[in-house]
């Protein structure tokens, strides 16, 4: 069963923590996303990985850094947090453009 | 550049009636259009996809038809159920020096009432 993984599902931090978002996928796929979902608004891409080490900017990438080592792990780091970067953030990995999500993780900074 | 619009932001509809949520997009390439469905507190997942043979994907009662010629993909479904209320993504792929881009279109809300 194909699946994207994140973790954790839940996290608070207080403004100017660092915050590591995990991605884990188990599909082999070469292509991972990050996107942010703020309430009434769509997906907004941070970062696109095209395989390790192989990273690219997307609409709204400051603040946030990435980073692949592995095929199956794609992070997202934010080096000291700020309040409007609480959201709810997901992961996706995709084969021939067609993406499969991760169930989110919903970031609180305080 | 590629883009996708999604017209309408809010579509609220009585149960039983007709759905129809408009796609558009603009692209230099051959692309492949989707369409993604998000229930409150989901993550998207894949609803429908185009195929390249003008055949017309259908999933959970929903339909949609690529039309290249006036660069349309709208979802359709003949009776709306409480249950399709849900965010509705339009999405734009395409292959481009050996890897896939994609573009996601506003969204659309679907709100259902009895």
């Known amino acids: 069963d194909m699946k994207v993984t994140q973790m954790p599902r839940y996290l608070i931090k207080r403004m100017g923590e660092n915050v590591l978002l995990e991605c884990g996928q188990d599909m082999s796929h070469e292509t991972m996303y990050w996107y942010r979902q703020d309430p009434g608004l769509g997906l907004q891409l941070i970062y696109i990985?095209?395989?390790?080490?192989?990273?690219s900017e997307g609409d709204i990438p400051k603040g946030y850094r990435v980073s692949r080592k592995k095929r199956e792990h794609f992070s997202l780091i934010l080096d000291s947090a700020k309040t409007n970067q609480t959201s709810v953030y997901f992961c996706?990995?995709?084969?021939?453009?067609?993406?499969?999500f991760g169930p989110g993780t919903r970031l609180t900074v305080l | 550049g590629d883009s996708v619009t999604q017209t309408e932001g809010l579509v609220t509809l009585t149960e039983g009636l007709p759905v129809m949520l408009n796609c558009t997009y603009q692209s230099t390439y051959s692309p492949f259009l989707f369409w993604y469905v998000q229930h409150l507190n989901e993550a998207p997942k894949l609803l429908l996809k185009?195929?390249?043979?003008?055949k017309r994907p259908e999933h959970q009662g929903f339909h949609a038809t690529l039309h290249k010629s006036s660069s349309s993909f709208h979802l359709q479904k003949s009776s709306a159920q409480l249950s399709d209320s849900a965010l509705y993504y339009c999405?734009?792929?395409?292959?481009?020096?050996?890897?896939?881009?994609?573009?996601f279109g506003s969204g659309t809300q679907l709100t259902v009432m009895p």
């Open positions: 996706a990995s995709s084969s021939r453009g067609e993406q499969y």
């Open positions: 990985s095209y395989d390790v080490d192989s990273n």
């Open positions: 185009s195929f390249t043979d003008n």
């Open positions: 999405a734009l792929t395409w292959a481009s020096s050996g890897s896939w881009q994609l573009i």
